[in-house]
């Protein structure tokens, strides 16, 4: 995925990014139909499931941050198109929003 503006890769290709799916990137050739085929699927999917008694969450089911997360989602609780571009931005709130449900809450330890 790119930036609508400069073309750029919305995660940037570092070394290390690169490392965490190196063996994605060993099956499916990067930018390749089958890889811009699974991006595509991995977008319709929610970030969360609430079904009143069960609910589901990658990492933190934190209320605040779900609450705060609704404008960008659609209906499925999907990221809306538009949003994507900032999910990405590390001085945009929902960035951070995002790393709080999907990687958890983390402290400074002093």
Not at 2 to 13: C, K
Not at 55 to 84: M, T
């Amino acid at each position: 995925m790119r930036h609508p503006q400069t073309a750029q890769p919305l995660r940037p290709h570092t070394a290390n990014n690169r490392r965490q799916h190196q063996a994605f990137l060993n099956d499916v050739a990067e930018d390749s139909a089958q890889h811009l085929l699974w991006v595509e699927w991995f977008k319709t999917l929610p970030l969360f499931v609430d079904f009143g008694n069960i609910r589901a969450v990658h990492a933190c089911w934190d209320e605040s941050a779900i609450a705060r997360l609704r404008p960008w989602l659609d209906e499925e609780n999907r990221l809306k198109p538009e949003s994507w571009v900032h999910a990405f931005d590390k001085q945009h709130v929902l960035f951070r929003l995002l790393e709080t449900i999907l990687k958890g809450q983390s402290w400074r330890c002093l």
